[in-house]
DNA sequence: CTGACTTGCGCC
DNA sequence: AAAGGGCGCAAGTCAG
């Protein structure tokens, strides 16, 4: 595989064909202009472009039309390796290392190539290219590793083209949405008429004629002068309540919730030209599952995806795996019993089946405990249960719950590391033999620590299923280009949208079927590529329809 | 006035 | 019916 090094030099670019030693056998200087042209040509045949950060360099490409096959995003890599167990750090460690370290994505919708001083111009990526292979090379996890360092770049292919493309959005089925439950919009900084009216009712049950039922302060005191005993102004803890006033507060709530969240502002800010345009943040979040910037992208609620309509003699193709993060515990504790409750579509079910739990709502709710750390009530007591008949995955997500707590880094199937903790009690973790203060301080210590705890637990299960996310995406980017057409990217069959465990897909109709099928094909791959011959499935819902809500 | 923090709620 | 993990965002609140 040639690997070619992209380097920003002022108006120009430095293209460096490297040896395996890392060594540039050949030096290429273009104008900034004729960098597409020349990716391109070169994408002829096998190459892996290695540069500083993808949303540095990938978004002017698509823009000029040009996709590429593979690359190393050097600032996600790093990340990475800094933070893998599996990594000997010290050959990490250069002068430029802060720097990298410190480098951010950059979102700007700005098209310009290079923007005025951009901390990135002072780092080497060839030298840190040669670090991190040397890194790679000498960790006993080499291909684990490896697997996750290539996935995580396609993720940064895969978030710049969703980003281009951007998700298929009526702004006029969102408008007429919007104002069926709301009414017309109003003017500035008034109210909808139907928010209007539930406000009047809201102050008439509650005697508070002044009341801003938005204001959190004073409804709680208004709620606590009508003799309701409550803390909060949760929809939840109001749910419980038996009151008059009640249901038009739960209905003003979640109408507001609507206008501030997704009403029209959000449609100025984040829709145009028919596509809702948002950036995905690769590694935006410590577990390895990705953020996102702009609108609220991996909250759209369901209340509104009736907006995201396919083109015009276009289809959306719909997938997210069934309990997915059961299913990768099941596979990275090789925990056999747990792996045949898989084999089942409904793995809950397969969990009754088994004669684990007697209703498929104690094994959810058990392995919600398991997974997150729920030690109280219903998810308590199923946990007896669960690991006499699981004791390996069970084992696994406690062991990284005990770690956690002893202030230990864990890490996910493919060396991703948890980042160490802070504060009082993480420091006397670390020096053992420190006498255990008494009173307050030591309970709050032990709060802090059992959290701690929970999140570990949680690392290890929402990072491998992250990564299993990852090479899924990975492969169905490949396959869904190889399903040909002609043209670019967003003129052929694209991924448009990905949420931690569901993909959506936009393509021409005629093509719908075979993505379907890409989708679960790229699914088992994800599964071969964790998990080896280890018999765990990943069942999809797939469905190809016209808009997103019809996929439920 | 701005900026930091809190509250509440949408998604997985 | 949550809880228990991870997020982003908008409005309200409060300190300076």
Known sequence: MNRVVLVRREAAVEARDLTDDGTAVRVTRLPVEELAGFVLQREREPVRWVWDDTTRWYPALLQAGVRVERCTDLRLTHAVLRRSPFVDQSLLVAADTAGWDALQPV???????????????????????VRQQAALAASGERGRLALLLAAESSGALVAAEMTHAGLPWRADVHERLLTDLLGP?????????????????????????????????????????????????????LEQLEHEGIPALLEYKKLSR????????????????????????PGGVVTGRWASNGGGALSVPTQVRSAAVADDGWRLVVADVAQLEPRVLAGMSADTAMAEAARSTDLYQGMVAGGAVATRAEAKVGMLGAMYGGTRGESGRMMPRLTRRYPRAIGLVEEAARAGERGEVVHTLLGRGSPLPAGAWAERAAELGEPPEVGGAQDEQDRHRRAWGRFTRNFVVQGTGAEWALCWLADLRNRLWRLGGTGTVSERPHLVFFLHDEVLVHTPEHLAYDVAEEV???????????????????????AVVESWADAD
């Open 185 to 237: 919009r109003p003017l500035p900084g008034r109210r909808p008429a139907v928010l209007e009216r539930l406000a009047g009712e809201i102050r008439a049950a509650f005697a508070a004629p002044g009341l801003n039922p938005d204001s959190p302060g004073e409804l709680l005191r208004a709620l606590q002068a009508a003799g309701l005993p409550v803390g909060d102004t949760r929809s939840w803890t």
């Open 520 to 542: 679960r094909r790229a699914a088992d791959v994800a599964g071969r590529l964790l998990f080896g011959s280890f018999p765990v499935d990943f069942p999809l819902d797939v």
């Open 258 to 281: 609507l206008l501030q969240a997704n009403g029209w502002a959000w449609l100025e800010s984040w829709v145009r030209d028919g596509r809702f345009r948002s950036y995905f943040l």
């Open 107 to 129: 979102t700007a919708t700005d098209a310009t190539l290079f923007p005025l001083d951009d901390p990135a111009d002072r780092l080497d990526p060839a030298a840190e290219h």
